[in-house]
Nanobody
Framework: QVQLVESGGGLVQAGGSLRLSCAAS????????MGWFRQAPGKEREFVAVISWSGTNIYYADSAKGRFTISRDNAKNTVYLQMNSLKPEDTAVYYC??????????????????WGQGTQVTVSS
């Protein structure tokens, strides 16, 4: 079992930046691929980014490429999402996820085994 707790959400103006953190506990964190999804009001959850346990394999949704950076610190059992050049359409609840495998390119929610409670990100225009 893996427990995930997100932090770092908040209100920011368009063009600003936020850094989300996800602290993991439970079974060996470093062996899990980790990622981020988001869900805007009235919309389905959508994939944002995923990083392998080694940190060498990273994949982004098209909406995140060039603006968001996912990283991890296995010594701290933490994964990060640095979000720059934020837009109002980035407004959503952001969820940290973990897979049971060490490598994943999955982009659908059902393929991830563990979820955090979510953190709200609001981007004002």
């Amino acid at each position: 079992q893996v427990q995930l707790v997100e932090s770092g959400g908040g209100l920011v103006q368009a063009g600003g930046s936020l850094r989300l953190s996800c602290a993991a506990s439970g079974r060996t964190f470093s062996r899990n691929a980790m990622g981020w999804f988001r869900q805007a009001p009235g919309k389905e959850r959508e994939f944002v980014a995923v990083i392998s346990w080694s940190g060498t394999n990273i994949y982004y949704a098209d909406s995140a490429k060039g603006r968001f950076t996912i990283s991890r610190d296995n010594a701290k059992n933490t994964v990060y999402l640095q979000m720059n050049s934020l837009k109002p359409e980035d407004t959503a609840v952001y969820y940290c996820v973990a897979d049971s495998t060490s490598y994943s390119r999955a982009t659908t929610p059902a393929q991830y085994d563990y979820w955090g409670q979510g953190t709200q990100v609001t981007v004002s225009s």
